[in-house]
């Protein structure tokens, strides 16, 4: 099962940076944290993940704290495409991840 | 590439039907899943593969069966449909190791009435 807490709703301006936290407070040394997104009921798509180091590609960076017990997601400048629900997972238990329910981000115009 | 790619996309069956829903990835991908989404809920896991001939249940199992012949398909069975099922369907393909992602289809809305 899902271990993780976001907060169920967010807003952010058109251009802002946009800030997503996430509480796994009982990963596992392990485990990895992944995030995904789902736009509108179409299948959730791949964000990033990362273990210790904070880690950044293209779409994201991902802020993972020292103690593993929480991270953040940031989109640097958020797009009204950005609107979406983002999933933070750290279960991961023989390659298959368990969802929680996310946190509904609204990218304001 | 196709990725994963899932058919029907729209599905209405009465009551007591049976029908499958098929799912097949060109990723070479070991593992598969089977996930269903209810409206304003998260994605729950329905049965998984961790290779061909190879199957276990998830979070909701009951009324569902599956089977993995091939790497590349996995499909899910309805046996008796029933309005409970009524449901989004995502197929999704995972790669091996803990520093991998899950490529998802595009989904099934399956009605049953």
């Known amino acids: 099962d899902a271990k993780t807490t976001q907060p169920p709703s967010m807003d952010c301006a058109e251009g802002r940076a946009a800030n997503l936290p996430c509480n796994h407070s009982?990963?596992?040394?392990?485990?990895?944290v992944y995030w995904y997104r789902q736009i509108h009921s179409q299948g959730p798509q791949y964000i990033i993940h990362?273990?210790?180091n904070n880690e950044t590609n293209e779409m994201a960076s991902l802020i993972i704290t020292e103690d593993r017990k929480s991270s953040t997601l940031i989109l640097p400048h958020a797009t009204l495409r950005d609107t979406a629900v983002y999933y933070c997972?750290?279960?991961?238990?023989?390659?298959?991840?368990?969802f929680g329910t996310g946190t509904s981000l609204t990218v304001i115009p | 590439n196709a990725g994963v790619t899932q058919t029907p996309k729209f599905q209405v069956l009465k009551t007591g039907q049976s029908m499958t829903l098929q799912c097949a990835q060109d990723m070479n991908h070991e593992y598969m899943s089977w996930y269903r989404q209810d409206p304003g809920m998260g994605l729950r896991l329905i049965h998984y593969?961790?290779?061909?001939?190879?199957?276990d249940q998830g979070e909701v199992p009951n009324g569902y069966n599956v089977s993995r012949s091939t790497t590349e398909d996995f499909p899910l069975r309805l046996l008796s449909a029933a309005p409970s099922q009524t449901s989004v369907y995502f197929c999704a393909a995972i790669g091996t190791g803990r520093n991998t992602e899950a490529f998802f289809g595009q989904g099934t809305r399956l009605t049953v009435v």
């Open positions: 997972i750290d279960s991961y238990t023989g390659n298959q991840f368990y």
């Open positions: 009982t990963i596992s040394g392990n485990e990895y």
């Open positions: 593969s961790v290779g061909a001939g190879i199957t």
């Open positions: 990362g273990l210790k």
